[in-house]
């Protein structure tokens, strides 16, 4: 690949990357519209309605014969569930957490995020930890150990939301699917668990659309192209950025949250859990600046 070349993918893995965060951190508007309606509920709506609009977006693109030839390899096949169920996992501990008021919590995981990333490029692709990148992950350590000593636990759920979307980007980088097709089969694979869910054990007053409001069904509805258009672009980026790189954007979409939980759900904040975020945020400084002088220095690199 050309200089040229890598600078237009670079370029248009950097868009994907700011697409995909920005609507991350505003989907917790979404979700709160649906606050009334149990997590494995929506759930189940947002892998029905993404497969029905990946669907659509492969017949578009032409890439029906990408599909049947991805589904005739088991080996495939079988990653992608793995990487299905790490991802349904995420989404129901997400759902949970924003309507559940722990939007702090879950923005707390996306900050940390970035730095599993960090971690598990070291491990998967060989990417090297630069020393302004240790201090940063150790700062992220001490800040998590810190809540842990004064409170007395660790924060599950922002852990747990971190490690998980974490494992799942290292699982679609390893394989070499197209974006549109990769998530239509596992949405796919999630699908028959969510009708079988919807059709014999879900019991709630909204479980049959026919007796609600055009309002909430289209809401529910909308759960597909809200699930679906930034997991998108986020794969379309993390076929074109470095782990490292893909991480120095993961900031938008959890500060986007943070302000929503401080100043708009006013969710309330413990000092051990504020001092945690500091140390969060320090550790995201200190990487970013790490990660922007490299960057700068490779493309000074590439001209000479």
């Not at 991802?87 to 923005?107: E, G, P, R, T, Y």
């Not at 995981?109 to 990148?133: D, K, T």
């Not at 893909?246 to 959890?254: A, D, E, K, T």
């Amino acid at each position: 690949m050309s200089i040229s070349q890598q600078q237009l993918s670079m370029r248009s893995g950097v868009i994907n990357a700011l697409a995909a965060y920005f609507m991350w951190g505003l989907a917790p508007i979404y979700f709160k519209l649906l606050v009334d309606i149990g997590a494995g509920e929506i759930l189940m709506h947002r892998i029905i309605w993404s497969s029905v609009f990946l669907l659509l977006l492969v017949l578009a693109s032409k890439k029906w014969s990408v599909l049947v030839q991805l589904c005739q390899q088991p080996k495939v096949i079988a990653k992608l569930s793995l990487s299905a169920a790490v991802l349904a996992f995420n989404w129901l501990l997400f759902i949970w957490a924003v309507n559940n008021d722990h939007l702090l919590d879950a923005s707390l995981g996306y900050f940390i995020n970035p730095l599993f990333n960090v971690a598990l490029g070291m491990l998967f692709f060989s990417e090297r930890l630069r020393r302004n990148q240790k201090v940063a992950v150790g700062l992220a350590v001490f800040g998590v150990l810190v809540q842990l000593f004064t409170v007395g636990s660790l924060p599950v759920v922002s852990l747990a939301l971190a490690s998980s979307f974490a494992v799942y980007g290292v699982l679609r980088k390893k394989m070499h699917v197209d974006s549109f097709v990769g998530l239509l089969i596992e949405s796919l694979l999630m699908l028959p668990v969510a009708i079988i869910y919807w059709l014999f054990f879900l019991e709630s007053t909204t479980s049959n659309l026919a007796l609600n409001a055009n309002t909430l069904n289209i809401t529910l509805v909308m759960a597909g192209i809200v699930t679906t258009a930034p997991l998108l672009c986020f794969t379309a980026a993390a076929k074109r950025l470095t782990l490292s790189s893909l991480g120095f954007f993961q900031y938008i979409g959890p500060s986007i949250m943070f302000l929503l939980a401080s100043f708009y759900y006013q969710e309330s904040m413990q000092l051990a859990e504020f001092i945690t975020f500091v140390f969060i945020w320090s550790a995201l400084a200190l990487y970013s600046i790490d990660v922007y002088h490299n960057m700068k220095k490779a493309k000074l690199t590439g001209k000479k």
